[in-house]
């Protein structure tokens, strides 16, 4: 099953735009999306195929780090980490009125 995973890392300064732009670059092999400028915290959004959610989680904090890795940006903790399951995403479509 196919997971949309958020992840976001807290640190003690700002996160320039180049940066978010290099960790863009790092997860986009993760069908990807980066987040943090300007802010205290750096993040992204990945794709990871995965039994359930935890799985997801686990899966993706590997990714991410490999990724955050291979940046200039600082190795900060994740303080926030979620999974949400393609099933689950598409199933608030059902509810929106046509």
Do not use: C, K
């Not at 400028?37 to 959004?45: I, K, L, P």
């Not at 990724?67 to 509810?95: C, G, H, K, Q, R």
Request: glycine share 6%; charged share 25%.
């Amino acid at each position: 099953m196919r997971f949309s995973v958020s992840l976001q890392a807290e640190g003690d300064r700002e996160i320039t735009l180049d940066e978010v732009l290099e960790l863009a670059d790092a997860v986009a092999p993760l069908n990807g999306i980066a987040s943090g400028f300007g802010t205290y915290t750096y993040g992204a959004q990945i794709i990871i195929e995965a039994e359930g959610p935890d799985q997801a989680v686990d899966i993706a904090l590997a990714e991410f780090a490999q990724a955050v890795a291979s940046t200039s940006l600082p190795d900060w903790p994740v303080a926030y980490a979620e999974a949400i399951s393609e099933d689950d995403d598409f199933a608030d479509l059902d509810d929106i009125p046509t």
